[in-house]
């Protein structure tokens, strides 16, 4: 499988990142921020400084991760100040995926409503209601903008976002009638949160065409206390489910790339060195 990291878990200075990629033999590169700028701010020099950079050291982009949509929420309208900003910023970061070489552009989705579907009594008294079906018309028009620039975009399971879940995924794909176009980009480990075991349950809601990307951590969640943890890849909640959900990517021929997602350190706020202390366990499981 073609394995890659998201660049600035390692360090926002890019060759830096680059010079530990070719170290631990890691080919694909995900770009969220480079230098103080996130991608979809850059300078046309700035981003032909690093497309030459990864293009001489041979590290192809596997996405360009910009925050898009994130942030909104049921108070917001197609069309209005926020939405406009975001789809300027979507353009942006389309225009910097074809100089770069990118397949894939991230979205995110809008702060998440806790219950938007009920039965017997919830549909009255707890649901969210409309929450849902707001949200599609602020996502359609990126999917007309993706398909008129031939780019894929996809959906991050995100923690504290509309789309949480593989489930949700999937179905914002399914309601925006948008496969193809839009695929999810599953973080099992942000899925923890809503509790959606990552594997097979997780998994089997997208195997069929929905996957386009995966970023790799490990965490434990506390959801009564509110509390995330960060765990060394291995130590989490999800130590016994990296295996088959590796097993199952190889088995099905996924051909996307799986990022590992630098964001834990040993407690000296030191992201490299936590890093190092995942990164042969990762390979060990995904190559």
């Not at 794909?173 to 509790?195: E, F, M, R």
Request: proline letters at 4%; hydrophobic letters at 40%; a negative charge.
């Amino acid at each position: 499988m073609k394995l890659g990291v998201i660049c600035d878990g390692i360090s926002r200075d890019l060759a830096h990142t680059v010079d530990v990629m070719d170290e631990f033999e890691l080919e694909y590169a995900e770009l969220q921020f480079v230098g103080d700028t996130e991608v979809g701010d850059h300078s046309a020099q700035e981003i032909k400084e690093i497309d030459q950079l990864l293009r001489g050291r041979g590290k192809p982009v596997s996405c360009l991760s910009r925050h898009i949509f994130a942030g909104m929420t049921g108070a917001n309208k197609p069309g209005d100040e926020l939405h406009v900003k975001h789809m300027d910023s979507l353009k942006r970061v389309i225009d910097m995926a074809h100089v770069v070489g990118s397949p894939l552009v991230r979205i995110m989705s809008p702060k998440k409503e806790q219950i938007l579907w009920g039965n017997n009594g919830a549909e009255k008294w707890n649901v969210a209601k409309g929450a849902w079906d707001a949200m599609l018309p602020l996502i359609a028009p990126a999917i007309d903008v993706a398909k008129d620039a031939n780019v894929k975009l996809v959906v991050e399971t995100g923690n504290g976002t509309m789309v949480n879940s593989n489930y949700t995924g999937r179905k914002l794909i399914d309601d925006l009638d948008a496969k193809g176009t839009l695929q999810v980009l599953w973080d099992p480990a942000n899925n923890c949160w809503c509790h959606e075991r990552a594997f097979p349950n997780g998994y089997h809601e997208v195997k069929d065409g929905y996957l386009g990307h995966v970023h790799i951590k490990d965490v434990l969640v506390d959801t009564p206390r509110a509390t995330l943890t960060v765990k060394k890849m291995g130590e989490g909640q999800l130590a016994d489910q990296f295996k088959p959900i590796a097993d199952a990517l190889r088995s099905d021929g996924y051909d996307g790339v799986i990022s590992f997602e630098s964001v834990y350190h040993p407690g000296n706020n030191n992201f490299e060195d936590g890093f190092r202390q995942c990164v042969g366990l990762f390979k060990d499981l995904f190559a």
